[in-house]
T-cell receptor, first 118, second 114 residues
Framework: GAVVSQHPSWVICKSGTSVKIECRSL??????MFWYRQFPKQSLMLMAT?????????EQGVEKDKFLINHASLTLSTLTVTSAHPEDSSFYIC??????????????FGDGTRLSIL | GDSVTQMEGPVTLSEEAFLTINCTYT??????LFWYVQYPGEGLQLLLK?????DKGSNKGFEATYRKETTSFHLEKGSVQVSDSAVYFC?????????????FGTGTRLLVSP
């Protein structure tokens, strides 16, 4: 079964509103989580690395004030798209790293959130 | 920095045809290599992996061999099914981040018709 849960799976909202996406690790404590953005028919672009109890590390070109990341517990990281506009519409995917390395893979991915800004 | 290049799609095949999706990489050191699959509207699932040269990863009839000399990790399957239709991503884990970060190729869409 799924080991990373991402919520919501789909959200539509008006321009100017803020949207929060949650990423939870279900059966392990994730000290590190990752947030990706995927444009239609394109690859995943790493936006930021979320570290529990500290500030996120953003990739070059990603606006920190636009995409707020909070990793307040070992099982939850949130991405808030602030004052969203149509150009922020995209598919956002989170992943979590299991320090114990179970399931023999480096990162476990959520099912993604499709964000549509009208 | 590290990078992954994979063939553009879509790749269109008939059921039971042979599949090859090419993937080459550029990296510092010896990364681990992965193939992920993404079904419509979903996140990524690990399909197979290889951690060192000449390792062969395999799963669900798919195979890929870590070729250090050609810096390649081509995905193959002897007989595809309609249910294999998805987007396939080749990826590597960066050595200089302690293998934490993944670098993805652009993805190759596979369409299998009955």
């Amino acid at each position: 079964g799924a080991v990373v849960s991402q919520h919501p799976s789909w959200v539509i909202c008006k321009s100017g509103t803020s949207v929060k996406i949650e990423c939870r690790s279900l059966d392990f404590q994730a000290t590190t989580m990752f947030w990706y953005r995927q444009f239609p028919k394109q690859s995943l672009m790493l936006m930021a690395t979320s570290n529990e109890g500290s500030k996120a590390t953003y990739e070059q070109g990603v606006e920190k004030d636009k995409f707020l990341i909070n990793h307040a517990s070992l099982t939850l990281s949130t991405l808030t798209v602030t004052s969203a506009h149509p150009e922020d519409s995209s598919f956002y995917i989170c992943s979590a790293r299991d320090p114990a390395g179970r399931h023999n893979q480096p990162q476990h991915f959520g099912d993604g959130t499709r964000l549509s800004i009208l | 920095g590290d990078s992954v290049t994979q063939m553009e799609g879509p790749v269109t095949l008939s059921e039971e045809a042979f599949l090859t999706i090419n993937c080459t990489y550029t990296a510092t050191g010896y990364p681990s290599l992965f193939w992920y699959v993404q079904y419509p509207g979903e996140g990524l699932q690990l399909l197979l992996k290889a951690t060192k040269a000449d390792d062969k990863g395999s799963n669900k009839g798919f195979e890929a061999t870590y070729r250090k000399e050609t810096t390649s990790f081509h995905l193959e399957k002897g007989s595809v099914q309609v249910s294999d239709s998805a987007v396939y991503f080749c990826a590597l884990s960066e050595v200089n981040t302690g293998f934490q970060k993944l670098v993805f190729g652009t993805g190759t869409r596979l369409l299998v018709s009955p």
